[in-house]
């Protein structure tokens, strides 16, 4: 009778700890999950950011400043300066 009991205790103690293993497994596999998800939708944002700043860029750089070949854009490399103010010059 001892033995019946002792393994009854095994038995009922192998399946909670695998109700418990299960548990925190589940859970660390929908944390990344969620995480991965949240980084795509991140990602996914930035993208249309980068897009809307692209478009901005387009609609509002002035349509003479191709004409003219002097980059006005400040945040462009090959920005000059002295060529920018010479023709801001020009146009007064």
């Known amino acids: 009778m001892a033995t019946t009991q002792g393994v009854n205790v095994l038995r009922y103690s192998a399946l909670v700890a695998g109700l418990v293993y299960g548990f925190y497994h589940q859970s660390s596999i929908t944390a990344t999950a969620k995480h991965a998800e949240a980084e795509r939708e991140y990602a996914r944002q930035e993208r249309l950011i980068e897009q809307a700043k692209a478009e901005w860029k387009k609609k509002t750089a002035p349509k ?20 920018f103010l010479k023709m801001k010059a020009g146009e007064n």
């Open 64 to 83: 003479d400043t191709q004409n003219s070949g002097v980059i006005t854009d400040p945040e462009d490399s090959r920005f000059d300066l002295e060529a």
